[in-house]
């Protein structure tokens, strides 16, 4: 039987692994997605982040690439792919179930947000004609873009930052489509950039057709009667989170996430958490409130698993003569 599972394969959960084999604890991860790295890889890959310690500024991307490369060095076991349906615990041990079987381990920490989540697609039938390869719904791969004609579909910020982006990296042709007037949840220096671009900006108007052949796009009608020549659609409409499914496993919560003590225990005491899934009184949404969370929520678990452990353990003693991922002297 593992010591613990880590559901949730973002940056706290990569961290939360990390550290867990650090403290020489068996450690598997599970993720819902085909990749690890969460929201950073998928909201804002190219974004500067400025609030994370260490740096002093790095893209979403290149966050989540030293943190998989940091958690490659200790060689936790890592699952994509995979559903996580429920958890239960007895006295001893934590059951999870998922839809590629149960799993029987000693505890479990919830790395997972507010739960699984998707894009949510084009309102198109025909989108399925050119569904992946013409039609994307993240901006990762950038380097596919280059050269290319590539609108953007999306009435959120989060579409200006796409098409900034694109300019930026070497898109011939860069076209951004709103079916509104305005962006949603944008500030004054977005839409001043955006004037500033050579991206072509049609508001007030929708896609109303596809043209192409053998899923290669090559034409998008808008509702206000243009046609604009592409050969890539990417489309960010917002994402479907489901129901929050932490109450269902019988865990205490509060707006949407996992409560914890000041140790990361849940109301159950073998599942801990840490994160966006993770509330209490006082909380900061950063990625390095997770990573700080992750810490803790490891050590309560080596304490709850082997008592007369240090309650915490410093790098510089563990790997005083090796670096991590190193054999140890002798």
């Avoid at 050119?130 to 009435?155: G, W």
């Avoid at 944008?186 to 043209?211: G, K, M, P, T, W």
């Avoid at 604009?228 to 996430?257: A, C, P, Q, T």
Wanted: with cysteine.
């Amino acid at each position: 039987m593992r010591d613990v599972i880590v559901i949730g394969g973002g940056t706290s959960g990569l961290y939360a692994a990390y550290y867990s084999r650090m403290r020489d604890l068996d450690t598997l991860v599970l993720e819902y997605h085909e990749e690890t790295g969460g929201k950073a890889k998928v909201f804002y890959p190219e974004k500067e982040l400025y609030d994370v310690p260490g740096f002093s500024g790095i893209t979403g991307e290149d966050f989540v690439y030293e943190a998989q490369k940091q958690t490659d060095l200790l060689s936790p076991d890592i699952e994509t792919g995979v559903v996580v349906e429920g958890v239960e615990e007895t006295e001893d041990f934590v059951t999870v179930k998922t839809d590629k079987g149960d799993y029987t381990v000693a505890s479990v920490i919830l790395a997972s947000g507010l739960g699984a989540y998707d894009m949510v697609p084009l309102p198109l039938e025909k989108r399925e004609a050119f569904e992946p390869y013409s039609i994307h719904y993240t901006l990762e791969n950038r380097d596919h873009f280059k050269n290319k004609r590539v609108a953007v579909y999306s009435n959120f910020r989060i579409g200006i930052d796409w098409a900034l982006t694109l300019e930026k990296e070497g898109a011939t042709e860069v076209y951004l489509i709103n079916r509104d007037e305005t962006f949603r949840a944008v500030y004054e220096h977005d839409e001043d950039q955006l004037a500033a671009s050579s991206v072509q900006v049609f508001r007030n108007s929708d896609i109303e057709d596809l043209d192409g052949e053998n899923g290669a796009l090559s034409e998008i009608h808008l509702s206000n009667g243009e046609t604009i020549e592409v050969d890539h659609l990417l489309v960010y409409e917002g994402v479907n989170i489901g129901k929050s499914f932490y109450k269902d496993w019988g865990l205490d919560v509060e707006k949407g996430r996992v409560v914890v003590d000041t140790e990361m225990k849940t109301s159950k005491p073998r599942v801990f958490a840490c994160g966006d899934a993770a509330y209490y009184p006082g909380k900061t949404m950063l990625l390095a409130s997770g990573m700080s969370e992750a810490m803790t929520a490891v050590n309560s678990v080596k304490q709850l698993l082997v008592p007369k452990a240090p309650p915490q353990i410093y790098s510089t003693v563990v790997y005083k003569h090796d670096k991590p991922g190193e054999e140890k002297e002798q």
